[in-house]
């Protein structure tokens, strides 16, 4: 599709495809049998809109907020790691890109760019930070205070990987993480990396970093980080009413619907399927946000009118950083808010906060002829 204009998401997927070297079952592949992969994108289909029609819908807008931060549209980018395989730009680019368009913008732990250089590239920006608890607690405690120092405005605690699950496509492949990249926020945290990696000689690089997820954590150590922290905390990978009520029990400020882009235990619902019975069990408690399958601003339609207060992107990031680094990805995101801003007028309402549940129904409610 060289040279050709971009009319959909799918076209930066189409143009991604094979592009990726190395990495591309890394970035595109999921756990097991792709089954909750799969299904992420495809729910989308089950749910069909119920527009309301001869509204005034000439002016619109699709701002909102997130914690209290202002944002152009309930649309964002989810914290990817190793993003600088895509493309030299990484998640600069991404960041950079997010803060043209006033979009919120998660970086990971496993970023191939630091905090600190995302926070001095990218200061304006809406940037929330993706942590883990790690084994070692003194790790995750430098995070912390690094994200805090360089102007985060919260933590983004994911809580879906005691382990790593079974991703079969990058086993076969036999990835391994380019020896010219590094990931700076393990290495620049007071020597600690270092240590690891001195106790673990001959061990690669990523395996190092996955031997510190813990699968002995539990709510306990999210109410240790919500005192040790003083940014808010939103709990990311949670599928359940139960999870969710707990969560909010223990005082976080958003649930995030994940199951990690299908990467981890495969098998469980698409994260548009369980979305109503998360915002149900929490009501107004905290907000509620959703990744995983999203495709287009109709897609973030649908989640917002079921009860997300804002909708992150994952790989279509990636795709876009494949064709243009920043500029791609800025293209890719503006694609999206014109598709959000075109099923609002079609939809018949003229804010996100007109948007409800009442706007979709599933496919199963539909009558039958």
């Given at each position: 599709?060289?040279g ?7 076209d ?7 592009r990726?070297g ?6 595109n592949?999921?756990?097991?049998l792709?089954q909750?992969?799969k ?6 289909s ?8 001869l509204r005034?819908v000439?002016q ?14 309930p ?6 790691g190793?993003c600088?395989?895509?493309h030299?730009?990484?998640e ?15 970086l990971?732990?496993?970023?191939t760019?630091s ?8 200061p304006?920006?809406v ?6 608890i790690?084994?070692?607690?003194r ?8 994200a ?8 983004v605690?994911t809580v879906d990987?005691p ?8 086993m076969?492949?036999?990835f391994?993480?380019p020896?010219?990249?590094?990931l700076?926020?393990?290495d620049a ?7 690891l990696?001195?106790?673990a ?6 395996e190092?970093?996955?031997r510190q ?23 990311k990978?949670?599928?359940t009413?139960e ?6 029990s ?5 649930i995030w619907?994940s199951?990690h882009?299908g990467r981890?235990l495969?098998?469980?619902p ?7 019975e998360v915002?149900d ?5 905290c907000?509620?946000?959703l990744d995983?399958?999203?495709r ?10 079921i009860?997300a ?6 790989r ?12 791609g990805?800025?293209n890719l ?6 598709e959000?801003?075109?099923a609002?007028a079609l939809l018949?309402v003229?804010?996100i906060?007109e948007v409800?549940?009442?706007h979709v ?9």
């Open positions: 599709m060289e050709s204009r971009f009319l959909s998401v799918s930066f997927e189409e143009y991604a495809r094979g990726h190395q990495a591309e079952a890394y970035f592949s999921g756990s097991f792709d909750t992969l299904d992420n994108v495809s729910a989308y089950r749910y069909r809109f119920r527009p309301r029609v005034d000439s619109r807008d699709m701002s909102t907020t997130v914690l209290g931060s202002p944002v152009s549209c649309v964002g980018v989810a914290p990817m190793t600088c395989l895509a030299p730009d990484g600069m680019g991404i960041a950079k890109a997010c803060e043209r368009l006033q979009l919120p913008f998660g990971s732990t496993v970023s760019v905090i600190e250089n995302i926070a001095a590239g990218a304006h920006s940037r929330w930070f993706q942590l883990y790690f084994k070692e607690r790790l995750t405690e430098t995070l912390v205070r690094r805090e120092a360089a102007g985060f405005s919260a933590l605690l990987t382990v790593a699950g079974r991703r079969l496509a990058t076969k492949e036999g391994k993480f020896d010219h990249l590094r700076p926020n393990i945290s007071d020597g600690i990396f270092e240590s990696r001195t106790e000689a001959n061990v690669p690089y990523l190092i970093i996955g997820m813990d699968p002995s954590i539990t709510w306990n150590d999210v109410k240790w980080l919500l005192k040790f922290t003083r940014l808010p905390v939103i709990v990978g949670v599928l009413a999870d969710s009520r707990e969560a909010v223990q005082g976080v400020s958003a619907v199951n882009g981890q495969d098998g469980v698409a994260s548009l399927d369980v979305l109503a915002v069990a929490v009501g107004d408690r907000e509620v946000y995983g399958g999203v287009s601003g109709y897609d973030v339609i649908k989640a917002i009118a009860g207060r804002a909708v992150f992107i994952g279509p990031a990636l795709w876009g950083l494949v064709h243009k680094g920043t500029e990805v800025v995101l503006q694609l999206v808010k014109d959000v801003d075109n609002m018949g003229t804010t906060s409800h549940r009442g129904v599933h496919e199963s409610f539909l009558p039958k002829l």
